[in-house]
């Protein structure tokens, strides 16, 4: 089945447990007008104080499409949010293992988002070991043939997608917390996030 998929920024594990299902041809979704406060600028880690938002601030300059967005550097968010993710993981049980190939996500110099997100997510698959395919959208189209996840993935919400708990580094302080980006789990759980994701079941 085709599916449309919104083009995030590190995604949360319900996003990736779409996209990495064999019977889903999945589109990515590049021409959308850009809307505010979801997972196209913004992930979710696990931090000391709790979830954290890291946010790619974007330049405002009229332009609303996806594809021509173009990322702000004023306030060195690269190295803010590498510096943030080392320091929630880096005593997680797989964050020395994954460092460096997670760095390079940070050193690829783009102003788009759409080519900063396409990179991030071609390293992610690296970590997972997987090579599944993907298309971009070549126009906007409102009413898709298809499955239109454009707005499943909700960054206000709680997620519908019914996860097993896992260790995470402050889950015995605070408790578990669902459906973050990729990286909480990638860093948690290592060589069994495949087969974790492929056990997610929307509720």
């Not at 049980?93 to 900063?116: A, G, R, W």
Request: aromatic share 14%.
């Amino acid at each position: 089945m085709k599916i449309l998929l919104p083009l995030f920024y590190l995604p949360p594990i319900s996003w990736f447990s779409e996209f990495l299902k064999e019977e889903n041809e999945i589109i990515l979704e590049q021409f959308e007008n850009f809307p505010k406060q979801t997972y196209r600028n913004r992930c979710n880690i696990y931090g000391a104080n709790g979830r954290l938002s890291l946010i790619i601030p974007i330049n405002h300059n009229g332009k609303r499409v996806l594809k021509e967005l173009e990322i702000s550097d004023r306030e060195n968010w690269r190295k803010l949010h590498w510096k943030s993710i080392k320091t929630a993981y880096q005593s997680s049980p797989y964050f020395e293992f994954y460092e460096n190939k997670m760095e390079d996500i940070f050193s690829f110099q783009t102003n788009s988002l759409v080519e900063f997100n396409l990179n991030a997510l071609k390293i992610i698959q690296n970590i997972l070991k997987t090579e599944k395919a993907y298309s971009l959208s070549d126009e906007y189209v409102k009413n898709f043939e298809g499955e239109d996840f454009r707005e499943k993935f909700s960054a206000k919400q709680a997620s519908e997608y019914a996860m097993d708990d896992y260790y995470q580094t402050f889950s015995d302080k605070m408790g578990f917390e669902k459906d973050l980006s990729i990286l909480d789990l990638i860093c948690n759980k290592g060589p069994e996030s495949l087969t974790y994701l492929k056990n997610i079941k929307t509720k």
